[in-house]
């Protein structure tokens, strides 16, 4: 470092924490920041490795274990989220698989909103119960059902706010609240708000994990996952899981990802803009029987959405009635993606009951509320007109 610097990056605007920070610059003084494609690392001397090893010295040994690119996406992202630590995987899936394993043990019991992402209920239904760790299921917005649902041996809470795919809005602050009073962490995936919108560390959240493959790459290119929390419970929970396991992110990767976060301010209030107006072009069409955008104020939970939420997200969901209205909508989009993505500079839309959700039966999907008419759309950063004419055309022939 050259010249003096007393600026405090976590005073810092999310834009600019997104674009400066974490930032280690080589002794070549790039601009950009390095790819450090490397599996390992040499040591000057064996003393040099002994005390490298010993934790003495804190570089880096390994790439399964940390790797200088990687690292500066995590303190980036940390620094944005406003967490003391972060750690990455390899995908959204990853981070959230360890985010539960690191916290639960035998006998232990999970709680968590019934409207999950896919993996995310096969791991609770189908693989925990191997090991004993034994999960129900609640009603995100309906806190009765969430105070009853404590047990004793309840460890983990697992909530997803927005919700896939309906944008269902669970109260974080709330069930932070009962949550603790039960002795148990809560774990908020964060993907739909992003960190621009939502920051569930600030309404009492434990751990916060994301898909990075979303809005922070939003370019369609890498997968990636990230945990974020107080560096003390990364460091207990996670620190040696991730060290044996191996589910590291690639540098590639957390590279592509740095210069995602780069722009992700930017993207996603500009997606959130043109979501918020194409929300409501739907509903204005007269089509859907029901149009969800958290930050609409027709929203189940519109009043909870704008307390704990600075942005509605590019996300809009709509009900056309029935299967073949929906299919007879996706075929007709001519600019718009049929794709299961989101977060994406591309705008997407997806029919949840036949692709993300067909796993799920179908009185569970009722339950949540998805029948069959359902679309979701992801907004991108296409133009605002060029988005409404595809829409009000594929609308026009439902
Ligand atoms: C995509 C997604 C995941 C999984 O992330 P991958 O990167 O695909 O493994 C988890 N939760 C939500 C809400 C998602 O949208």
Known sequence: MSHSNSEDPKDWAPATQAIRGGLMRSPFGETSEALYLTQSFVYDSAEGADARFAGD??????????????KMFEDRLALLEGAEACRTAASGMAAIFMALNGLVRT????????????SC??????????FGVETTTVDGPDLAQWEHGFRPNTKVVLIESPAN????VVDVA???????????RVVV?????????QKPLTLGADIVVYSATK???????????????PAALLEESYRDLLRHTGPALSPFNAWVLLKGLETLDLRVRRQSDTAARLADLIADSGKARSTRYPLRKDHPQYEV?????????NLVAFDLGEAAKAFRFLNALQLIDISNNLGDAKSMAVHPPTTTHRAMAEAERLKIGLTDGWVRLSVGLEDVEDLSRDLSRALALV
């Open 57 to 70: 010295d804190p570089g880096f040994v390994y790439s399964r274990y940390a790797n200088p690119t990687v």
């Open 107 to 118: 006998g232990d019991h999970i709680l968590a909103s019934r409207a999950l992402f896919g």
């Open 121 to 130: 209920r096969w791991l609770l239904t189908e693989y925990f119960p191997r």
């Open 165 to 168: 795919p309906l944008l269902e």
């Open 174 to 184: 709330a069930i932070c609240q009962l949550a603790h009073a039960a002795g148990a």
């Open 189 to 197: 995936d964060n993907v739909f708000a992003t960190p621009i919108f």
């Open 215 to 229: 809005h922070i790459d939003g370019q369609g290119r890498v997968m990636g996952g990230a945990i974020l929390g």
């Open 305 to 313: 959405a704008r307390r704990q939420m600075s942005g509605g997200s």
